[in-house]
């Protein structure tokens, strides 16, 4: 059985960390022992058994602090078991069917052999930091398009798969 897991992000104006976070509260109702941090405040992964990491979705890109978490961490990561999400489509799709990998996600999905990955609706609230923020919410596009049950299933599977290992 893994002991500690750490779940880590990368997250502009707060949604993924929620997300994030409620990945950690089912690890942890599945009796695993878990830290959630922000991907630029972690230090280093070697006393983790596993990692779950999370980047929001910017012009198709995974947020940069998760992009330069799994770079720096990637030596140690391809030697424990890893999982990935995205949180980001500012519509119901990612509700609707399974999103893949961004290029760049996919890419270091492979390098690592990252045991899953999925691509979970985003936020964006009045409030929101930047310029494209901004501008999608002029717009009329933003909203809460977050499905917690579908967050909590997948996290459900990653104990299941922690617990029995």
Do not use: C
């Given at each position: ?46 006393h983790y058994d596993a990692v ?102 997948w996290a459900k599977d990653i ?7």
């Amino acid at each position: 059985m893994t002991d500690t897991v750490l779940v880590t992000y990368g997250t502009t104006n707060g949604s993924t960390a929620e997300i994030a976070e409620a990945v950690a509260d089912v690890l942890r109702e599945g009796g695993l022992t878990v830290e959630s941090l922000p991907a630029r405040s972690v230090t280093g992964v070697a006393h983790y058994d596993a990692v779950v990491v999370g980047g929001g979705l910017y012009t198709g890109r995974w947020h940069k602090d998760a992009r330069r978490f799994v770079r720096r961490n990637r030596v140690l990561l391809a030697e424990r078991p890893v999982w990935f999400f995205s949180s980001g489509p500012l519509d119901a799709s990612a509700s609707e069917r399974d999103i893949p990998p961004v290029r760049g996600v996919l890419r270091a999905m492979n390098r690592l052999d990252v045991q899953g990955h999925a691509t979970f609706g985003g936020r964006l609230a009045e409030g929101a930091r930047g310029r494209v923020a901004g501008m999608i919410l002029r717009s009329g596009k933003g909203g809460d398009f977050r499905d917690f049950g579908a967050i909590e299933a997948w996290a459900k599977d990653i104990a299941d798969a922690l617990t029995r290992a």
